[in-house]
């Protein structure tokens, strides 16, 4: 009998003091949610998880969650027939620069001083052509002597074409390192060339020189491999071709004159003996020549280390560069009106996102409802 009543007491015990704690928590409930900070937070928390598509998503009954996965499928046959759209537009660029090539060579010759052109070739007019007709005159008292001085120098062709463009474009200036500026001022010609009709799709850059003393190639190229189909994975990622690999050439360099390696001199000294001798050694050196032996992207679906993501994606943002802009308008490059055309273009763009982000966001302009708007 006294060990019933002592169960019995225990049982007591605990039960009051289960009481006691659950009392204890719904006090503190109570005040926590009498605190207008915390319930600021969870309205917030609240009105964000009501705002999230995906969570309306889940609301929805089962037959329209159906119905949303079929439009999904239709959406990836959208993405497959879009990448035939660019497969098409692919054989479109290379019927094209067929037509370009002969006012391409052409250019290269009056670059190289291969041809001269007409009065009628040569002809333009400026749009500052009235204040160059009133500063003529002025012109004109020096026009003997640099025709004089022209006939001297026999000078022919544009001077340094390519490496002036090279030295005008941001992208390209900071590859180029002063001991490669001799080497690129031998660079006579860029060209483009497309993956020929059934193969894969890809497109080389040419890099032709002149005779030089640091190496023997005529010829660098480089070859950018592109893809053009929705990833199995993502589908729905696919914005049209995307650079995914790129090849280099080797460059036959003349003894001493590899400007992509230098050689350091290291002491070391002998572990046993305490003995120190000197020993030469290459290491790898910043030069624009690099550009012709990229970082391979491995095959075997290994990742790259974020430097060399970083490494790659440059590489790719500038052969796209080359083939979209610098081939096709070296002569703007070289004037310097494509640079200013694209700062302009750039300064459109960042402010058209300040104002998408005005409207996005009203506490940065507080006369724009917060509401979503058709651009």
């Keep these: 009998m006294a060990d019933n009543s002592k169960a019995e007491d225990t049982a007591s015990d605990s039960v009051e003091a289960a009481k006691n ?71 479109l660029e290379r019927k094209y620069a067929a037509l370009y090539q002969p006012l391409f060579d052409k250019r290269r010759e009056f670059i190289n001083g291969e041809a001269e052109p007409t009065d009628a070739e040569s002809e333009w007019h400026s749009e500052n052509e009235e204040e160059e007709k009133l500063a003529g005159d002025l012109k004109n008292v020096v026009v003997i002597e640099e025709k ?14 390519w490496f002036t463009i090279f ?36 497109f080389s850059l040419e890099f032709h020189f002149g005779p030089n003393d640091y190496f023997s190639n005529s010829v660098l190229t480089k070859t950018y491999k592109m893809k053009s189909e929705p990833d199995k994975t993502d589908p729905f990622s696919f914005e049209g071709p ?5 090849e280099g050439c080797t460059i036959d360099w003349k003894k001493g004159k590899n400007v992509t390696v230098k050689t350091i001199k290291k002491k070391q000294k002998h572990k046993g003996r305490g003995t120190v001798r000197t020993i030469t050694k290459q290491v790898p050196n910043d030069s624009f020549f690099n550009f012709f032996n990229p970082i391979k992207v491995s095959g075997d679906g290994e990742s790259l280390d974020e430097d060399s993501e970083f490494t790659l994606a440059a590489d790719f943002e500038i052969g796209h560069f080359f083939r979209e802009r ?50």
């Design 326 to 375: 610098i081939v096709p308008r070296a002569v703007l490059y070289f004037t310097g009106e494509a640079i200013e055309d694209d700062d302009n273009e750039l300064e459109g763009e960042e402010e058209g996102e300040e104002e998408e982000d005005a409207e996005s966001d009203p506490k940065k302009d507080s006369s724009q409802p917060a509401e979503c708007k058709q651009q």
């Design 21 to 91: 704690a659950s009392d204890k928590k719904e006090k503190l409930a109570d005040q926590v949610m009498q605190n207008p900070q915390v319930l600021a937070a969870l309205q917030e928390r609240l009105d964000n998880t009501a705002l999230t598509p995906s969570s309306y998503i889940e609301t929805l009954p089962k037959a329209v969650k159906r119905r949303i996965d079929a439009l999904k499928q239709l959406q990836v046959k959208c993405a497959h027939i879009e990448a035939k759209f660019y497969e098409e537009v692919h054989d």
């Design 242 to 246: 995307e650079i995914v690999d790129c």
């Design 148 to 161: 004089a001085e022209a006939e001297e120098t026999n000078l022919k062709g544009i001077p340094d074409f």
């Design 167 to 202: 030295r005008n474009v941001d992208m390209l200036s900071e590859l180029v390192q002063e001991y490669d500026e001799p080497i690129l001022k031998h660079l006579q010609d860029i060209k483009v060339k497309f993956s020929e009709p059934g193969q894969p799709m890809s």
